[in-house]
């Protein structure tokens, strides 16, 4: 283990911490809402996993998971909802307004189920 180095800056020594590389990944819509939970609402958690390392892994697992939540669990809400083809070739409007309703939902969900563990 490296020994840990500070700068002084007036009266106080600041420990100069250096992050090793980090993929360039785009986290995704669920990632950073996850982001700003951990930020606003669980402040110690989201120091320890900058300081760790381990957000940005941990934003791209959480971002995936919900990805993979919202495919399973949309289609079913659709058969339940009776949202067909035939429904989307018959009245439009109707159509759009119950998949807009049906992915509130399921987002509302999965930011409970996914976003706030």
């Known amino acids: ?24 990944a785009p986290i995704g819509k669920y990632g ?21 390392e381990k957000l940005y892994p ?4 959480i971002d995936r998971a919900a990805r993979e939540r919202m495919d399973a669990m949309l289609p079913r809400m659709m058969e339940a909802a009776g949202v067909t ?5 018959r009245d439009p409007m ?3 307004g119950l998949m807009n309703t049906l992915k509130a939902q399921a ?7 996914i976003t706030m563990i």
Do not use: N
Not at 4 to 20: A, E, N, Q, V
């Open 1 to 24: 283990m490296s020994e840990l180095t500070y700068t002084r800056c007036g009266d106080y020594y600041i420990p100069d911490l250096k992050l090793s590389e980090q993929p360039e």
């Open 32 to 52: 950073r809402m996850r982001q700003r939970y951990l930020k606003e609402y669980r402040p110690g958690l989201y120091s320890s996993l900058i300081l760790s």
């Open 58 to 61: 941990h934003l791209s697992e």
């Open 85 to 89: 083809e035939e429904l989307k070739s």
């Open 94 to 96: 109707r159509w759009v």
């Open 107 to 113: 987002e509302e969900v999965i930011f409970q189920e």
